[in-house]
């Protein structure tokens, strides 16, 4: 089966956009991006109802909801390119802004992937996981353990602390389970080799061993 056009627009314009990351390009191509995005909205709206089906609690977030928007927030930034060199989507209760546990979709040539689970958290929701890893932790590493979530994720992705986190017991047995800052994993994939088929059947495949994960971490959360 041959590659789908659609999935080649989407990669073909943002490695036109990495090249000429400026403002004058941008609006001379906006049709182009238009219909890269629109592309990327009804990959979406084919996957968002088959994650519903692995997981009901995200709700009923729409693709717009759930995408990113391309201009980057360069305010605080040394790097003052204006626009994302990526399309990303985060599939949870509440879209984008959802602070759940969730589904995430980063397409980018040479460096696309799928993730899940919390990243970067506020101090309190940190918290709020760090303890339900520690009063259910035989249960979490039956999960992390799991040889079919093993297969997608190698490891957590982000920093960690060096010591124990305040407020957490330094003789906890797992105590290296409790010092990460996010408990996000990541499932890098290339898109170039992949028809629309082909990769919402590998998505799928991903979340659906993703999904004890998520669901562990959002019972820590509600």
């Not at 204006?82 to 995430?104: D, L, V, W």
């Not at 303890?131 to 297969?151: A, C, G, L, Q, R």
């Not at 190698?154 to 409790?178: C, H, N, T, V």
Request: proline fraction near 6%; hydrophobic fraction near 35%.
């Amino acid at each position: 089966m041959s590659k789908v056009k659609n999935m080649e627009k989407i990669l073909s314009f943002l490695k036109d956009l990495k090249a000429n990351n400026n403002r004058e390009w941008f609006t001379a191509n906006k049709k182009k991006y238009e219909s890269a995005r629109k592309t990327f909205e009804d990959l979406l709206n084919r996957l968002i109802p088959e994650i519903q089906k692995i997981d009901p609690s995200i709700g009923t977030p729409t693709a717009k909801e759930c995408m990113f928007r391309i201009y980057r927030d360069v305010r605080f930034s040394k790097d003052k390119s204006p626009y994302k060199t990526n399309m990303g989507a985060y599939i949870a209760q509440g879209g984008r802004k959802g602070m759940h546990a969730g589904y995430y979709l980063h397409l980018e040539p040479g460096g696309s992937f799928l993730a899940g689970g919390v990243h970067m958290p506020p101090g309190d929701v940190l918290k709020k996981l760090r303890h339900e890893i520690m009063y259910n932790i035989d249960e979490f590493k039956s999960i992390i353990e799991n040889p079919e979530f093993k297969k997608h994720f190698e490891e957590f992705y982000g920093e960690k602390l060096s010591r124990p986190p305040q407020g957490f017991p330094a003789d906890f047995p797992e105590i290296d389970l409790l010092k990460y800052k996010s408990y996000t994993v990541v499932n890098s994939f290339d898109a170039a080799v992949l028809n629309q088929d082909q990769f919402i059947k590998h998505a799928i495949s991903v979340y659906s061993s993703l999904y004890p994960f998520n669901r562990f971490l959002n019972r820590g959360l509600d």
